[in-house]
């Protein structure tokens, strides 16, 4: 029997329609909610993500600006910039998208994004907040698996939650929203010896290594539920997850597609987030 298909695209669209109706009624109140784009340098995919964002919001009536700088921008100008972000009253979410030329150093430009507009949940604040489980923005990705999960009706109360990958905007964060649900976790990453020992214990298996087709049927449980956060390119250059999904189709409860899974998810949380933020603002003033 195939597993049943976790559909982001559907639940993504589900979602965006309350954000829409949150974003009409601040407008009737006449606030527009505003995110900012942060764009240095050409990077490909980096503008197609971009574009793909922009979008999103036109269609569910927000405001989105890009903010567009050449490659060869200095880390001083590109904090200026953001501080300039940071004090708009039209600008109520800044996302500065990743990665950065190299000249320029990452931590230091999110720690710059003002907290109560940083709707990536990247900053320093923010994760620590998370943390402690207080209340911040959540960074998109993980945010849009938990709701993958909550749709679908996977109860996550005591189950074992493997994680393979540790990145700090995706695997770490990942773990942690599993643990408040009172997940059992295990961090898994490229260091682990004999990873399938690991995945194959795993109810609900995150993949979120950054290598196409790394997670075959040999690391997952029968009846597991696999979450697909990979975004790459196979040797056709076709996009793929780090899930080899006829491989695992089957095996697993529940799979997410790529594309289709988790990649809708993570613009759909960008939106609920700066939609809250617009609607914080205005609770504050
Ligand atoms: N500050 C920052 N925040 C981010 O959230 C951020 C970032 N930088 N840098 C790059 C990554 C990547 N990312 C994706 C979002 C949506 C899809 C997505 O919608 N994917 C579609 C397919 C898109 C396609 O066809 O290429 C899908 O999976 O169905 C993918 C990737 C956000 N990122």
């Known amino acids: 029997m195939s597993s049943a298909i976790i559909n982001g695209k559907e639940i993504g669209q589900e979602i965006r329609i309350s954000v829409a109706d949150?974003?009409?009624s601040l407008k009737e109140k006449g606030l527009t909610p505003g995110l900012a784009v942060v764009l240095v340098g050409d990077n490909q995919a980096s503008a197609t993500y971009v574009k793909n964002k922009q979008k999103s919001c036109e269609e569910i009536g927000m405001f989105s600006e890009l903010v567009k700088l050449p490659e060869e921008t200095t880390q001083e100008a590109l904090l200026e910039?953001?501080?300039v972000l940071n004090k708009r009253e039209d600008i109520h979410g800044i996302l500065v998208q990743l990665p950065?030329?190299?000249h320029i150093d990452e931590?230091?430009?999110i720690a710059t994004i003002a907290v109560e507009k940083d709707v990536d949940g990247f900053s320093p604040v923010s994760v620590g907040k998370m943390m402690l489980g207080q209340e911040t923005f959540l960074p998109c990705t993980p945010f849009g698996v938990?709701?993958?999960l909550e749709y679908s009706g996977i109860e996550i109360a005591g189950k074992h939650a493997v994680i393979v990958g540790r990145s700090h905007i995706v695997g770490k964060p990942m773990g942690q929203l599993l643990l408040q649900k009172d997940a059992t976790v295990t961090y898994t990453h490229s260091k682990t010896p004999d990873l399938p020992s690991f995945t194959k214990q795993a109810d609900i298996l995150i993949a979120a290594v950054g290598r196409a087709n790394f997670i075959t049927k040999e690391h997952v449980k029968e009846g597991a539920v696999v979450i697909d956060v990979g975004i790459n390119r196979d040797e056709n250059n076709k996009l793929c997850?780090?899930?080899n999904f006829t491989d695992v189709n089957g095996i697993a409860s529940h799979i997410t597609p790529v594309p289709g899974g988790v990649g809708p998810m993570t613009i759909t949380m960008l939106l609920f987030?700066?939609?809250q933020a617009a609607e914080n603002k205005l609770a504050n003033q």
């Open 241 to 243: 997850g780090d899930v």
């Open 146 to 148: 938990m709701k993958l």
């Open 81 to 83: 910039q953001i501080e």
């Open 100 to 102: 950065l030329p190299k």
């Open 107 to 109: 931590d230091t430009v």
């Open 22 to 24: 949150r974003v009409a």
């Open 273 to 275: 987030n700066t939609v």
